[in-house]
């Protein structure tokens, strides 16, 4: 399953970059953030240094919550 991860550059509040990222079940959050960290240094969107300045998270967090809580066509309402 791919999640969209994105930085934000906090004293602003703008998108810097959005990378998709492959959901493995053995990594933690913090990987998927290192991850897309290091796409963004490598693009050369961020200085390396800076990450302090950066907030990042999941950009469709909610979406991924409820289909690792809802088994696919399993909703708790049914589907039209």
């Not at 240094?49 to 809580?69: G, M, N, P, V, W």
């Amino acid at each position: 399953m791919l999640s969209n991860v994105q930085i934000i550059e906090i004293a602003s509040n703008n998108l810097i970059a959005e990378y998709s990222i492959e959901l493995v079940d053995d990594r933690v959050k913090e990987d998927y953030f290192d991850e897309a960290w290091d796409n963004a240094v490598d693009d050369g969107l961020v200085e390396e240094s800076s990450r302090l300045a950066y907030s990042i998270q999941f950009a469709d967090k909610a979406e991924k919550l409820e289909e690792l809580t809802n088994p696919p066509n399993q909703h708790p309402l049914p589907n039209p």
